[in-house]
């Protein structure tokens, strides 16, 4: 090693620049990462360049920091990244693309690495005296080329790629085969097909060139604060961190900052600060990290509680706010982080709009997100993708603009086609799907007819059998495919019983870093959508080797448990085992089996067997189904007595949002089965999580569902002082049962309303380190365990993958060196839980999408199914929010809040609300039911939107006489917004409507009432989705 | 701090080092004719210099005079030009009491005390330029002065700092290092025994950490007591020769 000096000038926290003298190691040894490296440097592992390649590319500080994105693209491949390079990334600023480039590094498929040219002796250059930054750069740059060309003895010619005119003057014939390029040039030789990248080119060009133009014009934008003057100030608690929240259904006038760090500790006095306005704003957008200074308390104001409608960006221009209420208000000072991603836009409807801008080459386009704005971009293409949405990304938010400037990326197709909504939907959640690769099929066995899947006699020895001497069964939603989830339980000789999970083992197939694993890391969960899912697993996997199929030797992970006669347990037992599942059932049979029904038409493994032989095998299955359900209640009182909660009705609410577990699939009323084979999960989960957090204390996989915070159980109490009740929030046990007291006999709804809102206030289940938590914070508050984790499903979560291998490694079946650090960990973490949030978003948009076109098609004038009952549930200045109870149904996933707006004026009391008009007033109270009629408010650039328009203020389920009064209420029919038909012809129509109510009822019964699995919501939503295929064409 | 990577994805640090080595160590022995013993050490960009006097009588008062053993006397202190900044006082302040008392507890473990009842050492440590690890540079120079000033010691007392980065445990870490906030890790040790004779840790440190953080700080003191080892049989040879020719 040789060692030299760097000196450097550095500004030190009071401003002053000092002389700083660094040490600068200079060695031999620096790994070249290239498997065509003939002088043996030591590689290490996977991070290596593929000798395939034809030529490597070499980008410069400058054309990695623009056109990162062109080279982040799957096709090209090859790229070297220098150190220096590296460097000028990070110390400009712009960490999000130095962690892309990382990323980039660490994904075998982009076959491309960083060589740390600084350190090496031969590649290094000194910086001369009077030398500028860039001109070393780039010099620094050209020499590591060089090198590595002359290291590689020849092998490949190097591209460097620099938009520096003078340097490829200067240097472009000094070494043949290291070639001189710009970017320009580079896509035009090597890749003339790749137009996209091409497109990516230009704009981002256009964008770049349009950016050096200044302009005076200020829009009243701010400069941000330096980063030093931010970051101390955060520290002395001037200035607040915080992530931006924009209001979506007020995008332009109303923002939140949700404050950093967790507000469990001092939830007094840390609530959200609003941030009022696009100038106190300050160019920040949606989701960003920024530091916010308080403005005086005189200058405070209330969040706006009227309700308002937007369409395109117009909003009304009276809102009101709620000046009793003031919540701290500040301004946004600074940026710490963006967190700007891909946006769906569409091009302006308005033509003269258009006109106008186009020649200038810049275009507003008008993202799908309500809550970001207008983005600037240059594009000559505006003409042609005018009824297209677009992906855009944003570059840039100059102080002296009033939009970001961005540029195009990619166009997705038209609008008001499913598939590009689709994957607007998929965009906007950023979840990317591609398909799976060859090499990962590659590195997986095949099943099929002439060549069968066999398990491994080798394997087999290594595992516990259990084929022969245990009776295991699966109970699944009908027509499911991927069964990873099988149970058994037996008596014992010594009268003890035991239970047995058994668990796909597909930690068996998913090797740690083999492609597979890595495409199901980065996908991390399985995306369901209304009419599709997208698959985390390759189908050979998910619904076939792992899937534990009836009648089919499969490997399984098993934890059994002995337990006594009480059921306390006594002994435990985790292990991979081999299985044979005897039955797959579904959770209808198997309760009418329990129930003494016969279900053997049910059960196709009884086809064919003697009339003996198969009421023997119901005896015993029928004894398992029983015995399992004995110990679940058992498991479940003692859940509740050991301080446990049956917050059951909240619990499925919250995870149903995220609809991941079979346990959380089941709605309120369900079979007691669900419930069994729930509890059974939530044993096993438990289990294996005390199992795991034991073995590693600081690195295991858990998951935690914090404490809600006090601040939104608001909305709760107020709604149930309404009526009279009064409910403790305090823990979760006494909210749970002060929930149950709260029961209104003439309002069956409001208990179901009540509950919908206390799973409002709930935070979400997370993901975590058991490094990165104190030990109080690893509780579960919805389940009331003091450790969960998810075990149960790891063909559709990769953390259960996760905990499999930690399992494995707790009980020393593998070796340990290949699990993860906790920083490691818990980064894996977040992304997981990110990725399931997008999930979940997703696939609500989608079911969202889907409810907009099955309203489309009628005509809600004279559609019965367009008009609805419906409970009001929340009271604003000029309107009331509303819970549609029949649409819940296929709503599934929440019960959305629907709105219904007037147009008279409205004075609101404690509980009620009173309408008045010219000629009539009506008021409206809490829990009133109501009708209302659905319509589809259409939307060129945003998704089209359900809306809620009041026809009566009674109860939609009303007998003749009652009629009258929805008659004399025709009078004020001008109070409601669109309702432009005469008297006498809503007259009709509503007494029709009351007399098909009853076969309309009943058919929706059978068509909705049985659908308890999204299996079968699937198949309901498919017809919508045929619908709107039709309606295309 | 953003901006810098202290331990890169290839496993190099900021100076181009890898976790496990060391900064380049260069010293001479026997600079001063006027003391009895003195040394002169580089690790890197840490430049100390170290004179031993002694043992002789006690100054200043007899009354401080040990009747088992030696008095031992230690200061350390920084020249005003070792810091980026001019530093306004050189010696005295507070930090500075500490690292002289830190060096007089180190040596009491290695000199063999015992031998010079009612006598005095004294070891003057001064940091001519510093960039991290000026404590441990102090206790190698010190040492090497005082093999110089020929006291008898029971082994060599080598130091080195260690640290954690991004869970990786890093030998001998620079100013940069030590500036982020990463907790450090002194450790001087006596290598032929192995036995510990200084142990100090700056910030919290988790404890499943501990172990692997001082075994690589062993593992650099034993690394800095083969090169100090190497020049004292230089010094001597050099010395020796020097002898026989005249």
Redesign the interface.
């Known amino acids: 090693?040789i060692?030299t000096?760097k000196h450097l000038r550095v500004r030190?926290y009071r401003g002053q620049t000092?002389?700083?003298?660094?040490?600068?190691?200079?060695?031999e040894d620096v790994?070249c990462n290239s498997e065509l490296c003939l002088a043996g440097c030591p590689s290490?592992g996977s991070r290596t360049l593929l000798p395939m390649a034809t030529h490597y590319i070499v980008p410069d500080c400058q054309v990695t920091r623009d056109y990162l994105e062109i080279l982040e693209l799957p096709e090209i491949t090859g790229i070297l990244f220098l150190?220096t390079v590296l460097?000028s990334v990070?110390?400009h600023?712009n960490?999000r693309s130095y962690n892309n480039i990382?990323k980039m590094?660490?994904d075998p498929r982009q076959q491309c690495t960083?060589f740390?040219n600084?350190?090496c002796h031969y590649a290094y250059c000194e910086r001369q005296p009077g030398e500028l930054l860039k001109e070393w750069q780039l010099r620094s740059v050209y020499e590591a080329a060089v090198w590595y060309y002359n290291h590689l003895a020849g092998q490949v010619s190097i591209v460097m790629i620099t938009e520096d005119q003078e340097f490829i003057a200067k240097f472009a014939a000094k070494t043949r085969q290291v070639f001189l390029l710009t970017m320009q040039e580079y896509l035009k030789t090597f890749w003339p097909t790749l137009s996209n990248a091409l497109d990516i080119y230009e704009s981002l060009s256009a964008s770049l060139s349009e950016s050096t133009v200044e302009k005076d014009t200020t829009k009243g934008y701010k400069e941000y604060l330096p980063?030093e003057i931010l970051s101390a100030g955060i520290k002395s608690g001037r200035y607040i961190q915080g992530c931006v929240h924009v209001n979506k259904h007020r995008p332009q006038r109303e923002a939140f900052v949700q404050r950093a760090g967790g507000g469990m500790k001092e939830s007094g006095t840390d609530s959200d600060i609003i941030i009022s306005g696009m100038l106190a704003r300050n160019r920040a957008v949606d989701g960003d990290i920024v530091a916010v200074e308080l403005l005086p308390k005189s200058q405070w104001v209330g969040k706006i509680i009227s309700l308002t409608e937007t369409h395109e960006g117009i909003e009304n221009t009276e809102a009101m706010i709620d000046s009793s209420n003031v919540m701290p208000t500040g301004r946004v000072i600074g940026i710490l982080q963006r967190n700007w991603r891909d946006y769906v836009a569409s091009f302006s409807a308005d033509k003269e709009n258009k006109g106008n801008t186009s020649k200038a080459g810049k275009v507003l386009v008008i993202p799908w997100d309500y809550r970001i704005p207008k983005i600037r971009i240059s594009t000559r293409q505006s003409d042609s993708l005018g009824d297209h949405r677009v992906i855009v990304r944003i570059d840039s938010w100059p102080v002296d603009s009033q939009y970001p400037n961005g540029h195009f990326v990619q166009t997705l197709g038209s609008i008001g086609k499913l598939e590009t909504e689709i994957s607007s939907i998929l965009v906007e959640n950023s979840i990317s799907i591609r398909s799976f690769s060859e090499g990962q099929i590659k590195e997986l066995p095949s099943n099929s007819s002439d060549d069968p899947w066999t398990i491994d006699p080798e394997e087999v020895a290594r595992r516990q059998d259990l084929r022969d001497s245990h009776l295991i069964f699966s109970i699944d939603p009908k027509g499911c495919e991927d069964v990873d989830d099988t149970l058994s339980v037996r008596q014992l000789p010594n009268g003890n019983i035991e239970l047995g999970v058994h668990i796909a083992d597909v930690s068996y197939f998913v090797k740690p870093n083999s492609l597979t694993d890595l495409e199901a890391k980065s996908r991390a969960t399985t995306v369901y959508l209304a009419d599709r899912r997208y698959d985390m697993l390759p189908p050979i996997l998910s619904a076939d080797l792992c899937s534990l199929i009836g009648g089919e030797d499969r490997y399984a992970m098993s934890v059994l448990w002995q337990l006594s006669p009480n059921y306390d347990v006594i002994d435990v037992w985790y292990g991979r085992t081999v299985i044979r599942s005897a039955y797959k059932m579904f959770y209808e049979a198997a309760q009418a089996l329990h129930d003494g029904k016969d279900v053997r038409d049910d059960i196709p493994e009884l086809e064919g067997l003697d009339e003996e032989v198969i009421q023997e095998r119901l005896r015993e299955l029928n004894f398992s189904i029983s015995t399992l359900m004995s110990i679940a209640r058992h498991l479940k009182s003692k859940r509740e007595s050991g301080g446990a909660v049956q917050l059951e009705g909240l619990e499925i609410q919250v995870q149903l949002s995220d609809k991941k577990d079979i346990q959380d699939l089941v709605p309120k009323q369900a079979l007691e089965i669900h419930e069994t084979i729930a509890e059974c999960m939530i044993f096993a989960n438990h289990w294996v999580a005390k199992k795991i957090t034991e073995a590693f204390p600081?690195f295991a996989l858990l998951r935690h569902h914090p404490l809600p915070r006090q601040e939104h159980f608001e909305n709760l109490l107020y709604c149930a002082k309404s009526k009279g009740f009064s409910v403790d929030t305090s823990t979760n046990k006494n909210l749970a049962d002060s929930l149950d007291r709260c029961v209104d006999e003439k309002n069956p709804i409001f208990n179901k309303l009540l509950r919908t809102l206390a799973t409002y206030a709930m935070s979400n289940a997370l993901y975590f380190s058991t490094g990165s938590l104190s030990r109080d914070q690893f509780y579960h508050y919805g389940l009331a365990l003091d450790r969960y984790t998810h075990f149960t499903s790891p063909i559709r979560r990769y953390a259960d993958i996760i905990v499999h291998r930690l399992l494995m490694a707790a009980i020393k079946e593998d070796e340990e060196n290949l699990l993860l650090?906790?920083?490691e960990l818990q980064d894996l973490c977040d992304h997981i839980n990110h990725k399931n949030r997008a999930a979940q978003h997703a696939q609500r948009a989608s079911q969202e999408l889907f409810q907009a076109l099955y309203f489309k098609d009628r005509d809600p004038n004279t559609d019965e199914s367009c008009v609805v009952d419906a409970v009001i549930f929340g009271l604003r200045t000029n309107g009331v929010l509303v819970f549609i109870p029949r649409y819940r149904v296929i709503l599934n996933t929440e019960f959305t809040l629907h709105v219904v707006i007037f147009k008279s004026t409205l004075t609101k009391s404690d509980y009620s609300c009173t309408v008045t008009t010219a000629t009539s007033s009506t008021t409206f109270h809490l829990f009133d039911h109501i009708t209302a009629r659905i319509s589809v408010a259409a939307s060129h650039a945003h998704t089209s939107m359900t809306r809620f328009d009041l026809v009566a203020s009674v109860p939609y389920c009303s007998n003749h006489k009652e009629e009258n009064a929805t008659q004399r209420l025709h009078e004020k029919t001008d109070i409601v917004q669109e309702v432009t038909r005469d008297v006498k012809q809503e007259v009709a129509i509503s007494t029709e409507i009351n007399d098909e109510l009853g076969s309309d009822f009943n058919e929706l019964k059978s068509k909705y009432g049985q659908t308890k699995d999204h299996c079968s919501i699937y198949s309901l939503l498919q017809q919508f989705k045929e619908m709107g295929l039709e309606e295309e064409s | 701090m953003a901006g810098i990577e202290l331990l890169s994805d290839q496993g190099f640090r900021a100076d181009g080092r890898r976790p496990h080595e060391l900064r380049k160590i260069r010293c001479r022995m026997g600079v001063f004719r006027q003391a009895d013993g003195s040394a002169y050490i580089e690790q890197g960009n840490t430049k100390v210099l170290a004179t031993v006097y002694g043992p002789h009588e006690i100054t200043g008062g007899r009354s401080k005079a040990l009747h088992d053993k030696v008095l031992l006397n230690c200061q350390y202190s920084m020249a005003t030009f070792s810091t980026g900044e001019r530093k306004t006082r050189p010696k005295g302040d507070r930090r500075s009491q500490e690292m002289s008392m830190n060096l007089r507890r180190t040596f009491q473990a290695a000199i063999l005390t015992h031998l010079y009842p009612r006598s005095q050492i004294d070891i003057y440590v001064q940091v001519l330029q510093s960039d991290g690890g000026n404590y441990c540079a102090c206790v190698n120079a010190a040492t090497l002065a005082v093999i110089d000033a020929g006291i008898p010691m029971r082994d060599y007392v080598c130091a080195c700092t260690s640290s954690l980065l991004e869970d990786t445990p890093v030998v001998d870490i620079s100013y940069l290092e030590e500036s982020v906030g990463s907790p450090e890790m002194v450790v001087a040790l006596l290598p032929k025994s192995e036995q510990i004779v200084l142990f100090q840790q700056n910030s919290r440190l988790h404890v499943d950490n501990l172990e692997k953080v001082l075994d690589m700080g062993i593992k650099g003191c034993t690394d800095v007591y083969g090169i100090l080892d190497q020049s004292v049989r230089e010094h001597v040879t050099e010395v020796s020769n020097l002898m026989m020719s005249t």
């Open positions: 090693m060692k000096e030190n000092v002389r700083v003298v660094r040490e600068h190691y200079l060695r790994p290490d150190q460097h990070l110390h600023g960490r990382r590094v660490k960083i740390a600084e350190y980063q600081s650090g906790n920083k």
